[in-house]
């Protein structure tokens, strides 16, 4: 098995380019499935990439991927409408065909999806908006058979702001001959991303009062070309690593508007952070004050996606960082690792109190989910030392080649094996 082999302890200087969003990629591609010809540009290049593209063969989608542009063209009638074990434990966004599905072939017949074990991950508001929009529902084990059995206005009230739950109603509901308004939908920018992609298809996807998503159906969806936005995880991960390592960086091809409140984050640590429209420049201080108290939650708000980054981020600063992590309960697998390179952090609950060490050092290291495993890169690169990092295959769903990026800023980090 490949692993990451990094010569930590050095100061970053350099530039690199952002991949495209992949949590904007994948139910973009599943939306795919509803249109004509899709040419989707700036996709990342990952495994996740590639098993949504499996799933959209399967159901009798064409499609190419070269040079980060996905073109599909999909058949007036899915040849398919099940998604198999196999690729539905490939990854969790799998659930997101399961509206797109539904919606061109009036029932589908999925499993629970997989993905990163970093909670129950449960989708039971998907189903009860399904069941509100008049989708039959039925679990047999592990199978979750849905038939629609004829689609009716619906005002939805999600308990939570789930980004899956507001993607996989949209999908549902685009085409359709009836009105849906979502109370409480996610407002993450990739929410926009895949609203902006349908109605450039001939959607009819609006924000009503008190941010509520109306769905106007349309009889059909037709051809677009479109681009991605650019994953503002990734952006983030580069950011803490010369945020930690210290240095300078520029940061390409980003939106800053879409992470503000994780740059006021690293600017009052002591970063001194310029924004262009599509760049961000960050010289970082020779040592970080704390971040404070960083409490996850739905966008606008900190992003658990950015959490263990951001925890990785602040093992070095002067103070003391309180990281709370309210979206999912499973996430801190990156802490022991943290902990074997001479971190100082204690655990209460759902809560991580970080207290700022001098030093870190090198040493054999595991990853455990996808996020938590770009935190040990970047902690590895700080860490006085050699590191190496098992389990690369996490990293691999997420970014498309981290040691790439991280040694355009000069970092020693090569991919053995
Ligand atoms: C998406 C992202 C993931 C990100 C997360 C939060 C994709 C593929 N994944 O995941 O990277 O970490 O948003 O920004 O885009 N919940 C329920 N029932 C449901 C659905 C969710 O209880 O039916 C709960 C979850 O357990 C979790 C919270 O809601 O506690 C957030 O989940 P959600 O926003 O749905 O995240 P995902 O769509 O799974």
Do not use: W
């Amino acid at each position: 098995m490949a692993v990451l082999r990094i010569n930590g302890g050095k100061r970053l200087y350099g530039e690199t380019v952002v991949q495209g969003a992949k949590n904007s990629a994948l139910p973009c591609l599943a939306a795919a499935a509803l249109g004509r010809e899709c040419i989707v540009h700036n996709c990342p290049d990952l495994t996740d990439t590639k098993a949504g593209l499996k799933i959209l063969n399967a159901l009798g989608v064409e499609t190419s991927f070269e040079n980060n542009t996905v073109i599909t063209r999909a058949p007036k009638c899915l040849s398919c409408s099940k998604i198999n074990d196999e690729l539905m434990k490939e990854m969790r966004s799998s659930v997101m065909f399961l509206g797109a599905i539904l919606s061109k072939c009036g029932e589908a017949e999925i499993s629970y999806p997989g993905g990163c074990s970093i909670g129950a991950r449960p989708i039971d508001l998907h189903l009860k908006a399904f069941s509100q929009m008049g989708v039959n529902i039925r679990e047999e084990g592990e199978r979750i058979f849905c038939k629609v059995e004829k689609l009716k206005d619906a005002k939805i009230k999600l308990a939570f702001p789930s980004v899956g739950a507001t993607e996989n109603i949209m999908l549902l509901g685009v085409v359709s001959d009836c009105e849906f308004e979502i109370e409480n939908p996610a407002r993450e920018p990739e929410i926009l991303d895949l609203r902006n992609f349908l109605n450039s298809m001939g959607g009819n996807i609006s924000e009503g009062k008190n941010g509520n998503l109306l769905i106007k159906g349309v009889k059909a969806l037709g051809n677009t070309e479109y681009k991605i936005i650019p994953d503002r995880i990734v952006a983030l991960t580069y950011l803490s690593g010369i945020a930690l390592c210290g240095g300078y960086g520029e940061i390409k091809a980003v939106r800053p508007d879409h992470i503000k409140l994780p740059l006021k984050f690293l600017e009052e640590a002591g970063n001194d952070i310029k924004c262009g429209e599509d760049y961000i420049e960050i010289k970082a201080p020779r040592r970080m004050r704390e971040f404070g108290i960083i409490n996850t939650m739905p966008y606008p708000d900190f992003p658990t996606d950015a959490q263990a980054i951001f925890m990785a981020a602040s093992l070095l600063s002067k103070g003391e960082s309180c990281f709370v992590e309210n979206i999912f309960e499973n996430r801190f697998g990156h802490i022991p690792e943290f902990l074997k390179m001479g971190a100082n952090i204690r655990i209460c609950d759902n809560s991580a109190l970080v207290s700022g060490v001098k030093r870190l050092k090198g040493t054999e290291l595991y990853a455990k989910d996808l996020r938590g495993g770009a935190a040990l890169v970047v902690v590895a690169l700080s860490a006085k030392g050699e590191s190496i990092i098992h389990n690369t295959e996490f990293i691999d769903r997420g970014y498309e080649n981290i040691e790439r990026s991280f040694s355009d800023f000069g970092g020693e980090i090569v991919r053995e094996g």
